[in-house]
């Protein structure tokens, strides 16, 4: 169960995951092993999933940003399998299960749409893929991937 120390534990974090432990603790008033022990048992019951550095895809070459959407054949277990194929193209940074006249929502960034055209190709190459659906993304307006906590 989660209470209010792990949030302000989980919205520090949020913020710098870098931040020293005893700072954490002075800012929420516990002890330096409460929080360490907090973040294993968060960590061990997968609340927090990983530590990441967040990275300008512009300053990386990868600002043609698109999001795809999907038409797959049925079939058992089709959305794992098909799912699990996706995920594992390259530039491919969010896969979305859907319910609707799409399947999947498949979101990349790529260098440019050379770049993008190869990926798409791969999603064709998926034999269960009937049709895709792409948008381009013009501008980045608002990207927060921290959880409203």
Known sequence: ?????DLNILRIL????????EEIAKK???SKSTVHYRLK???SE??????????????M??????????????GPGYHEDVGRKLAQIEGVWAVYYMFGDYD???LTRSTNRKDYLRKLERFMNIKEIERT??????KIINEDFRLNI
């Open 1 to 5: 169960m989660i209470d209010d120390i």
């Open 14 to 21: 949020q913020e710098n995951c870098r931040i020293p432990l």
């Open 28 to 30: 929420i008033g516990v």
């Open 41 to 43: 048992k968060l960590e």
């Open 46 to 59: 997968g609340v927090i999933q990983g530590y990441y550095a967040k990275i300008d895809p512009g300053k």
């Open 61 to 74: 070459e990868k600002n043609y940003l698109t999001a795809t959407f999907v038409k797959v054949k049925y």
């Open 104 to 106: 999947f929502l498949v």
């Open 133 to 138: 659906d792409t948008l381009l993304v013009a």
